[in-house]
């Protein structure tokens, strides 16, 4: 099996074109490897380009240069060059994303929401809302909230939905973005057996973390951001 992601010679910058177009280097040939099973945290200072490299592998922000392999299926594919249909051919089978926030679409509830990535793969409804209750119901969502839409939650409680969504499919690599950023001890406890489970199934994990307690639980590699820091300008 081929290694589920690999990063090289990953450069990327800003063009503030509202400042005479001057350019902002962020991120220097970063590279690095998810093996099946891990979950890497990618460390270093606020600033160090932690979201940048996140948002790049997902697709979100265009790359200067360099390559993001990844294992779509059995083919090496470059997410760094790739065409917009196979970003989202990508997307749906085998890069997933836990974002920091969850997108609330008016009038949908909970369940949906969190069910809909399972609906959206052609599973059967009344197995994809089994599987959304199991993960609201372990993430402490109260009850009472499930059948209504999210937009009026807590942000605890936003992040949890967004965090059952993110987890309820199979993607072989998970890419999270301080997922537990909201949260109190309880849930942060969940989501780190649940973080343990997906590894267990093979799964490559990379992550932000700021809080210490949770990267001490879940990583297996620190990824140095500062390693990949631009050269400062004389
Ligand atoms: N869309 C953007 N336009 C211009 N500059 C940006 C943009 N996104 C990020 N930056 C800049 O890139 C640098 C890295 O930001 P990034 O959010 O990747 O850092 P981070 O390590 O994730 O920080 P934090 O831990 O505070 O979230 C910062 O100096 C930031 O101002």
Redesign the pocket.
Known sequence: MATPLVVSELCKS?TMHLRDGIR?P?VDKARFALQAGECAVLG?P???????ILKMLYGNYAVDSGQIIIDHHGTLTDMAAASPRDVLAIRRDTLGYVSQFLRVVPRVSALDIVAEPLLARGRDRAEALARSRDLLSRLNLPERLWDLPPATFSGGEQQRVNIARGFITRHPILLLDEPTASLDATNRAVVIDMIAEKKAAGVALLG?FHDQDVREAVADQIID?TDFAPAKAA
Not at 46 to 52: E, F, N, P
């Open positions: 800003f902002l962020v270093g606020s600033g160090a380009g932690k979201s940048s932000i951001v």
